[in-house]
């Protein structure tokens, strides 16, 4: 299994090529499961409502007006997914908070935001081959009474793929992967580089989320994570025929 989360512009104008790359590694026998988020398009809303934006640390500050707004917006986006890989003639499964699929506690300090705690992996393993699983970052919480709450979408992707087990992790962000102080392109990076340019603001804002899911990844068993360019081409493809792409996050 491979899981993607797809970020940024990937969720735009790439979203038809994303897809078809998704599409054809599933027919060529690959599993991939598809997580995202939707931080621009909140952005916008969020503007048009007044809301103010809040990150801290590359994550959003949620009240409970957002929290719901998010869910709006991401349902719509995995709508739009799922219409998107159905014109490219597979199916679809949206994992949404409704279905519980992951389950998250609050990290109250910033809000209506989760930490993922929880993932229903029985529910993948009835999934036909046809079938594409997405899943949005905003989840359901552990309690019953909890209305959800909002998850990075970078954590969401890096928990699925640590409980399932899978082969693969696949971060697809809006630059070439992570630069160096002088702006080159980190080919690979270890966990202990990955610390010390948090540490020393080499790395910032939506990156920190990226190398932290990649590092607590690598820690749970997911031996391949990558931080790559959203689809211009067929990255994904390339990485799995061992091409050097994007960023490697190592031990
Ligand atoms: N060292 C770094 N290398 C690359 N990008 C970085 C670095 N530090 C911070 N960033 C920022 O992280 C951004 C990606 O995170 P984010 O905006 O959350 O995108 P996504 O929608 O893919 O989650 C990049 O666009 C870049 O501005
Ligand atoms: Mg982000």
Redesign the pocket.
Known sequence: MIVVKI??SVLDSELPCLVDEVVSLQKSGERVILVH?G??QLNEAMKQKGLEIRLVD?LRFTSKEVLELAEEVFNNISVKIKSEIEKQGLKCLILNKDTGFVKSRQNKELGFVGVPEMVDVAVLKNIPENVIPVVPSVTAGMNSSDFGFNCN??DVAGFIASKIKAERLV?????D????GNRNLLTTLTMKQAGD?IEGK??????I??VHTCVKALKSGVEKCHIIKGCSKPLISEIINGKVVGTTVQR
């Open positions: 970020g940024g988020g931080q621009f590359g979408a970078d971060l697809l962000t809006d630059v992967g992570v630069f160096d340019m080499t790395i910032i804002g939506g990156m989320p990226k």
